[in-house]
């Protein structure tokens, strides 16, 4: 996995050079500095924006007793936007305008839910953030059926529960 890391954070500054490079000969290099400095300060702007507005949505579940888990997976994307934007570079600003801009940053906060977050609570939890709650016994990770748990024998411990309606 620390490869896979290092290899991206290698590979984006290269490819935001290269990129660079074929924009200021589209455009020229006064033009090309200029749109860099151009898109840090719009997306300062814009991170700021909404950053006031996901504190606002922040104090507004907290308020109500909700947790507020989308608006801190918000925060968490517009501080690498900010990072991002504030990179010299036009890949890197793209990819900082779509964490600031709420259409998109939707989509990312529920592929980072469901591909990142909920398996990881799922490892944590043995199941039990989906559902996936063990209703005969305890899991026995020694005896394994096909789907990959097994029970445990309470033996005289189990006992039936009466719920009245006989």
């Known amino acids: 996995?620390?490869?896979?890391?290092?290899?991206?954070?290698?590979?984006?500054p290269l490819l935001d050079a290269i990129f660079l490079?074929?924009?200021?000969?589209?455009?020229?290099?006064?033009a090309t500095v200029l749109l860099v400095v151009l898109t840090a300060l719009l997306g300062t702007l814009f991170v700021r924006a909404e950053?006031?507005?996901?504190?606002?949505?922040?104090?507004?579940?907290?308020?109500?007793?909700?947790?507020?888990?989308?608006?801190?997976?918000?925060?968490?994307?517009?501080i690498a936007?900010?990072?991002l934007?504030?990179?010299?570079?036009?890949?890197?600003?793209a990819i900082g305008f779509l964490f600031v801009?709420?259409?998109?940053?939707?989509?990312?906060?529920g592929?980072?839910?469901?591909?990142?977050?909920?398996p990881y609570l799922e490892r944590r939890t043995d199941g039990f953030v989906s559902g996936d709650v063990y209703t005969f016994g305890?899991?026995?990770p020694s005896e394994s059926d096909s789907d990959g748990g097994g029970t445990v024998d309470l033996g005289s411990d189990s006992y039936d529960v009466d719920d009245g309606r006989s």
């Open 1 to 12: 996995m620390w490869k896979r890391l290092l290899a991206v954070l290698l590979l984006v």
């Open 21 to 30: 490079i074929v924009v200021a000969d589209w455009l020229s290099w006064p």
């Open 51 to 78: 950053g006031r507005h996901t504190v606002r949505r922040f104090q507004g579940a907290i308020g109500e007793g909700r947790l507020p888990a989308d608006e801190l997976l918000d925060g968490g994307f517009l």
């Open 81 to 83: 936007a900010g990072a």
């Open 85 to 93: 934007l504030l990179t010299p570079g036009l890949l890197t600003d």
């Open 101 to 109: 801009l709420p259409p998109s940053r939707y989509v990312f906060r």
């Open 111 to 118: 592929v980072l839910k469901r591909w990142v977050i909920t």
């Open 138 to 140: 305890f899991p026995d």
